[in-house]
């Protein structure tokens, strides 16, 4: 049985030309910075290295919800 995750869509890779962030078109990305590549349907979205900070740690929070969820230890009463 495959194990299955949700972060299949998540990428991080290098610009190659220039362009402007995908959250905020005040943010450049220049040639050779990381960014993080996300899936969006059949293509994929670019985001500049403070955006990616931004929605990895809102994503880690919306998990860590989830996870207390079907915690054992969570209490249901
Ligand atoms: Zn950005």
Request: aromatic content about 4%; glycine content about 6%.
């Amino acid at each position: 049985m495959a194990l299955k995750s949700l972060v299949i869509g998540v990428r991080i890779d290098e610009t190659l030309k220039a362009h402007n962030c995908q959250a905020n078109a005040k943010h450049r990305l220049q040639h050779g910075d990381r960014r993080l590549k996300v899936r969006n349907g059949r293509s994929w979205d670019h985001y500049c290295g403070s955006c990616a900070a931004t929605i990895l740690s809102r994503d880690i929070e919306k998990l860590t919800v989830l996870q207390r969820e079907f915690s054992p230890a969570t209490k249901r009463t």
